[in-house]
């Protein structure tokens, strides 16, 4: 198995074609992370971003108190062949009204540029109606800005970059089967 670097191209490519990322924040350095649907936003002329909407909860909460964000994508053949990206980045909440609104209805486009992309922030409401019938469906539009990006991809043959290799290690006799071997006579 080969695993090598992949290019700032190709991670961006991964985010473009990625329909559910995993979404890390911390708070008070305990780390939770969480499955969302997130839309890649990015060159030529702007800066990488990620969009997402959903409804208040614990990954909200959490970002807003610590808006240090990292996303992973990972898509896995088998155990020789995946490819896994992550990006580091910030949290910004998008606010109807708040010198955000060009931005959310912006936020609000890219998303729709995708099929049920409202769908797993109706379900996460569906599920607080149901433990509170008063919570009110309160959408909240967000994006990642992206300041770092990395990613590897394991294959059966080089590619390109830098690449190395990786092979399974050696098994050496450990002291318990050496004894058992002492003791029954066999070397």
Request: net charge neutral; glycine share 6%.
């Amino acid at each position: 198995m080969i695993i090598r670097e992949m290019s700032r191209e190709e991670c961006l490519r991964v985010l473009a074609e990625a329909k559910v990322a995993r979404l890390a924040c911390a708070k008070e350095n305990q780390p939770y992370v969480v499955p969302v649907f997130l839309v890649y936003q990015g060159p030529p002329g702007s800066e990488a971003c990620l969009y997402g909407f959903t409804t208040p909860g614990q990954k909200i909460e959490w970002m807003r108190s610590n808006p240090l964000v990292c996303v992973e994508i990972d898509e896995v053949t088998s155990s020789t062949r995946w490819l896994s990206v992550i990006a580091f980045g910030h949290y910004e909440e998008l606010h109807e009204g708040d010198g955000h609104t060009d931005e959310r209805s912006s936020a609000h486009q890219i998303l729709q540029s995708q099929a049920m992309w409202w769908e797993p922030a109706s379900a996460a409401h569906a599920v607080r109606v149901h433990r509170d019938p008063a919570a009110p469906f309160v959408p909240v539009f967000y994006r990642v800005r992206l300041n770092k990006i990395t990613g590897h991809e394991a294959t059966q043959q080089a590619g390109d970059g830098p690449a190395f290799a990786v092979t399974a290690p050696v098994q050496k006799p450990c002291w318990l089967r050496r004894t058992l071997r002492r003791g029954f006579g066999r070397n």
